[in-house]
């Protein structure tokens, strides 16, 4: 037996998994005002970016 932590002979560790309460999707976490801006003009971006096209198709 290896001392890498498995202990099933040459096969990786099986992924952890998660119940659906600690996933919680959808769920946009924006601790600091440099996130909340940083995600508000991204959106602002993608609205003009659409705007554009749109003008110019």
Same mark, same amino acid.
């Given at each position: 037996?290896?001392?890498? %932590?498995?202990?099933?002979?040459? @096969?990786?560790?099986?992924? !952890?998994? =998660? ?6 999707? %959808?769920?946009?976490?924006?601790? @600091?005002?440099?996130?909340? !801006?940083? =995600? ?18």
């Amino acid at each position: 037996m290896s001392d890498d %932590g498995n202990d099933k002979a040459g @096969r990786e560790p099986e992924p !952890r998994t =998660f119940s659906g309460r600690d996933t919680s999707q %959808g769920h946009i976490v924006l601790r @600091r005002p440099w996130q909340r !801006r940083v =995600f508000i003009l991204g959106l602002a971006g993608l609205v003009v970016l659409g705007a554009l096209l749109a003008w110019f198709a």
